[in-house]
């Protein structure tokens, strides 16, 4: 197991064959895709999946920077931009890795598994990883360059108090009732 993919089972918590997706897609774009430093590396990801760990822990795309933005499709597609060179990179993870588990897993949901189907999903699942792991990238990933509007940088805004709870929150984000400044919060407790 290498190294990134160790890192980002531990920042995940365990591993799963989405985190091992993330991993090939992240992986990709690590070593193929030219950028100067983590903040200028944008990640649009289509799902709010295990997968988008991966590409959080290996590529530094990460929610509280800003430069990971999730709209959520269910697909499992990353696009990548990089604002110094102005490009992006859209990798769909196209692998259709998972066959009779994915049947055995609408089971599982419903709680109706016997104990040797419970076995054979397992013995399917490390299957599965381990397929996604050393597979080939062009039998798992579709990779193409995009021509996409640069993504909104990351802002800061003054803060606020609310008259009402008297917690601070992002100019931006506050609302007016009743004559009073409100954080959204309250704004929807007192109207909503
Ligand atoms: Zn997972
Ligand atoms: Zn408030």
Same mark, same amino acid.
């Given at each position: 197991m290498d190294d990134d993919f160790k890192k980002a089972a531990?920042?995940?918590?365990? *591993?799963?064959?989405?985190?091992?997706?993330?991993?090939?897609?992240?992986?990709?774009a690590k070593?193929?895709?030219?950028?100067?430093?983590?903040?200028?590396?944008?990640? *649009?990801?289509?799902?709010?999946?295990?997968s988008v760990d991966a590409?959080?822990?290996l590529l530094g795309c990460t929610a509280g920077k800003g430069n990971l933005i999730l709209?959520?499709?269910?697909?499992?597609?990353?696009t990548f931009y990089s604002r110094d060179q102005d490009k992006a990179l859209r990798i769909y993870f196209q692998g259709d890795v998972?066959?009779?588990?994915?049947?055995?897993?609408?089971?599982?949901?419903a709680g109706k598994l016997t104990a040797e189907e419970k076995k054979e999903f397992q013995g399917l699942r490390s299957q599965v990883i381990e397929n996604i792991l050393t597979g080939?990238?062009?039998?798992?990933?579709?990779?193409?360059?995009?021509? *996409?509007?640069?993504?909104?940088?990351?802002?800061?805004?003054?803060?606020?108090?609310?008259?009402?709870?008297?917690?601070?929150?992002?100019?931006?984000?506050g609302r007016t009732a009743e004559g009073k400044v409100l954080c959204k919060d309250c704004f929807e407790k007192k109207v909503c």
């Open positions: 531990e920042f995940h918590g365990h *591993i799963c064959p989405g985190l091992a997706m993330g991993y090939r897609v992240a992986k990709y070593e193929h895709y030219p950028r100067s430093q983590d903040e200028e590396l944008v990640c *649009i990801a289509e799902n709010k999946s295990c590409v959080q822990s709209v959520d499709n269910g697909k499992q597609v990353f998972f066959g009779r588990m994915d049947a055995l897993r609408q089971k599982m949901a080939k990238d062009e039998d798992l990933l579709a990779v193409k360059e995009v021509d *996409i509007p640069a993504p909104e940088k990351a802002r800061i805004y003054p803060s606020l108090q609310c008259q009402e709870c008297g917690e601070r929150f992002m100019e931006i984000l």
